[in-house]
């Protein structure tokens, strides 16, 4: 995984690879497994980046913070920061 101290620009001849990666990448949603790159919390956001297909994770705070200047070297910004909202569902214990 990349971490965003690491980002690189990288040149790419094969772009439909890239493509194939991210898409592949992104088609998964986030769990509470995965954690921000800059300072460990769960992570709601994915950043797939247009140069290497790599992927970058934040959290909501960080991804707010980074959003305006990397999204746009991005094929895919997933957010699911909306889970933040939502109310977990209890099960009756019988």
Request: aromatic residues 4%; proline residues 2%; negative net charge.
């Amino acid at each position: 995984m990349i971490r965003a101290a690491e980002l690189v620009v990288l040149d790419t001849t094969d772009i439909e690879e890239v493509v194939m990666n991210a898409t592949s990448v992104a088609t998964r949603g986030l769990t509470a497994l995965d954690r921000c790159d800059r300072c460990g919390a769960q992570a709601y956001v994915r950043a797939v980046l247009a140069t290497s297909g790599g992927e970058l994770l934040f959290c909501a705070h960080h991804a707010r913070e980074v959003e305006s200047k990397l999204r746009p070297q991005t094929t895919e910004w997933q957010d699911e920061s909306s889970k933040l909202h939502e109310k977990p569902v209890f099960e009756d214990a019988d």
